[in-house]
């Protein structure tokens, strides 16, 4: 592989993909045959587990740990709060507990997460499974200026389209083909590929058709049309309370009252950034 190489690994299950993956990362050690990984190699790789998080950290605090900053292909760099905002994280969620997050914004942190450590090699293991639609498209777009290697195992046709110009077939046995260009013009040679059962797709379409069954009711209609508002006046309240509480001087009931003030806003806060997690959710749906 070479920097900007684009491969997709496709095959039936239980063909070896996500083994495949699993060995370069070298996670799964060979039983023959060598694997030679260059010296500055850095990989990054998208799982189909959950991995660990510190759920009571802050969105931005957990990304921080990894990395403050990441240096684009141009010379610029751009901030944590900055690719969080780019990934569909906006600003008043940065200071959002991980426990409040919804699974596929977990999810969406994590692959996040690998994106700032600077990867030269990311491999991605059935992104489309469990990242939305949206993250999807802004992963796309990212990826189109990543300088790296991608290697990506899916069965979603159109994701691949976007990504990968190079297939690696598995065709079971120790069988394998190569396949200079997208994942449309193979099938039109192999359509059969296309028709045989993969749980993955199963998964999938679970996945789009369990949002359906709950949507905003007229009443959350309004309070997602008024509640961005209602957040940026808490939140600018708050700075005015920390900035009164800076210059309070000797005034003890000034203080407390503003103690108290800041506390009752800090509560306030979290529960209007829980409620519009909860209801973006809804309006995915809508």
């Not at 780019?86 to 600003?91: D, E, Y």
Request: no cysteine; net charge negative.
């Amino acid at each position: 592989m070479k920097p900007g190489d684009r491969l997709g690994i496709i095959g039936r299950n239980g063909t070896g993909k996500s083994t495949l993956l699993n060995i370069l990362a070298g996670r799964i050690m060979l039983d023959d045959g060598e694997i030679i990984t260059g010296q500055t190699v850095k990989i990054a790789y998208y799982t189909q587990e959950n991995e660990d998080m510190d759920e009571n950290k802050r969105v931005i605090e957990y990304l921080k740990e990894t990395a403050e900053i990441v240096q684009t292909t141009d010379g610029k760099t751009i901030s944590a709060a900055q690719m969080l905002e780019r990934f569909l994280f906006l600003p008043y969620a940065h200071g959002t507990p991980i426990r409040k997050l919804s699974g596929g914004e977990k999810r969406r942190l994590y692959l996040l997460k690998l994106l700032m450590e600077e990867p030269n090699v990311l491999l991605l293991d059935e992104p489309t499974n469990d990242l939305d639609t949206q993250t999807l498209t802004v992963l796309e777009d990212y990826l189109e200026d990543f300088p790296g290697v991608v290697i990506s195992v899916s069965h979603d046709r159109y994701f691949l389209d976007k990504v990968v110009d190079l297939l690696l077939v598995l065709e079971g046995n120790g069988q394998t083909d190569l396949h200079y260009g997208n994942y449309s013009e193979y099938l039109e040679k192999r359509p059969e590929i296309e028709s045989a059962p993969t749980v993955p797709k199963k998964e999938k379409v679970e996945q789009t058709e369990k949002p359906k069954k709950k949507k905003l009711s007229f009443k959350e209609q309004k309070e997602w049309a008024e509640i961005e508002d209602k957040i940026a006046g808490t939140e600018a309240r708050l700075e005015e309370v920390q900035t009164e509480m800076a210059s309070i001087g000797s005034d003890f009931e000034k203080g407390q009252a503003l103690v108290n003030e800041e506390k009752e806003l800090n509560e306030q806060l979290e529960y209007l950034i829980e409620r519009w997690s909860y209801l973006s959710e809804l309006a995915e749906n809508e």
